[in-house]
């Protein structure tokens, strides 16, 4: 997967395994989720307005472009949320936890998402 950020500074921190959407990736000590997301990655999750993916507005925590969840269901904002490792993500809502709007259904398909 191709990804949106390049890392040209900074590249001698630790490096820190995380799960995104239960794949393993890789990340660096400090980076925030928004980073390690972007970096793994081309989006940060999908509107659940049917207007496509989101990769973050306002980076500053402000916006709410950037929520993820965790496998438990609690909402991470990922522009402000630092990386710990063993963290898993969800690019998506748990759908048990988090109905699937039709917005989303429809936007991602009706294969990729799970029926209410």
Do not use: H, K, Y
Not at 34 to 58: T, W
Not at 80 to 99: D, E, K, N, Y
């Amino acid at each position: 997967m191709n990804s949106r950020f390049v890392r040209i500074a900074e590249t001698d921190r630790i490096a820190v395994e995380i799960r995104i959407d239960g794949e393993p990736a890789q990340t660096l000590a400090g980076d925030t989720l928004l980073v390690a997301l972007l970096m793994n990655g081309r989006r940060v999750r999908d509107s659940e307005f049917g207007d496509g993916p989101r990769a973050g507005f306002c980076l500053m925590g402000a916006c709410q472009d950037c929520w993820v969840w965790t496998e438990s269901g609690a909402r991470l904002r990922a522009c402000s949320t630092p990386v710990q490792a063993g963290m898993s993500v969800l690019t998506r809502p748990p759908p048990a936890l988090w109905p699937i709007t039709p917005d989303l259904r429809e936007s991602l398909g009706a294969d990729s998402a799970p029926a209410p």
